[in-house]
């Protein structure tokens, strides 16, 4: 009976998955906008920074497709990241539907901040896991990131087709 409790123990654990993964981004949230307070941006704008910064000229269309947001939070938070003097953009000159995206000096002077937060924030996360553990963990992330950012994309893309 013991056994048969574990096992289903662990399989409600697998199938909660998501409450977990959900549990850590929440956390994540709060604990990023707590420490880029002091920066001037949140906790939704630096993924936009690491993106931008690692591929200036990036079309806007792209960011959304990179960080599986909607073209409509894209615009949103490209506006206010230029208000802020943070990016930069300008129109394709061989194809005037597009619109680019560059960092200005002020966003890339952000940029070791951002990382630095994330760098810490992770090493306080894995702070208990020992290499081997580590290891496991990161590769199961990037699988379980894949398959979440490919069904994204289709339902991203089956919305954006309907009227």
Request: hydrophobic share 35%; net charge positive; glycine share 4%.
């Amino acid at each position: 009976v013991g056994s048969e409790m574990c096992i289903r123990d662990r399989r409600e654990k697998m199938n909660g998955i998501m409450k977990y993964i959900n549990r850590i981004a929440r956390s994540n949230e709060v604990v990023y906008a707590n420490r880029l307070r002091g920066y001037g941006i949140t906790q939704s704008q630096h993924p936009y920074i690491l993106l931008i910064c690692r591929e200036p000229g990036i079309p806007q269309e792209k960011i959304s497709r990179e960080i599986c947001v909607n073209k409509s939070s894209v615009t949103r938070q490209i506006t206010i990241l230029e208000e802020k003097g943070l990016i930069v953009r300008k129109q394709d000159q061989t194809d005037r539907r597009v619109w680019r995206v560059y960092p200005t000096q002020r966003m890339q002077e952000l940029l070791p901040h951002v990382r630095q937060v994330m760098k810490e924030w992770n090493e306080y996360l894995l702070e208990e896991f020992d290499e081997e553990q580590r290891e496991h963990l990161i590769a199961a992330l990037e699988q379980l990131a894949r398959r979440a950012q490919d069904a994204a994309k289709e339902n991203l893309k089956g919305r954006e087709r309907q009227p």
